[in-house]
C-alpha cells in the first residue's frame, strides 16, 4: 500500500464513508473506530453493493448491470412468444 493508498483511506474515513480491514489471509471486516496500523493491517474503502437483474425464462437466463436492460429483454422473449418470464433485483455485498 502506497503513502497515497493511506492518505486515500484516511481521508475517506474523515468523510463519513465506511472502511474495511482485513488480515493477510482474512476476510474483509466492517470498522467503526480504526485504530489505523498500516503495516499490521490491510485497509479499503468499503464497496457499494452491486445490482444485478436476473431474466429468468424457459430457454435460461440472462444478468443486467441496469433494470430497464433486464425489461427490454423481458420484452423481447414475451414477444417471441415465452410466457413464463421472471425478473430479479439481486443485491450484491
Do not use: C
Amino acid at each position: 500500500m502506497t503513502i497515497q493508498d493511506m492518505i486515500d483511506i484516511l481521508q475517506a474515513y474523515k468523510s463519513g464513508k465506511k472502511i474495511q480491514y482485513k488480515t493477510r489471509f482474512g476476510p474483509w471486516k466492517d470498522i467503526d473506530v480504526p485504530a489505523w496500523n498500516f503495516t499490521r493491517y490491510e485497509y479499503r474503502i468499503k464497496p457499494e453493493p452491486r445490482v444485478r437483474w436476473i431474466v429468468e425464462s424457459e430457454d435460461g437466463w440472462s444478468v443486467h448491470d441496469a433494470e430497464y436492460k433486464a425489461e427490454t429483454r423481458a420484452r423481447t422473449l414475451f414477444n417471441y412468444g415465452y410466457h413464463s418470464i421472471e425478473v430479479y433485483r439481486v443485491v450484491e455485498s
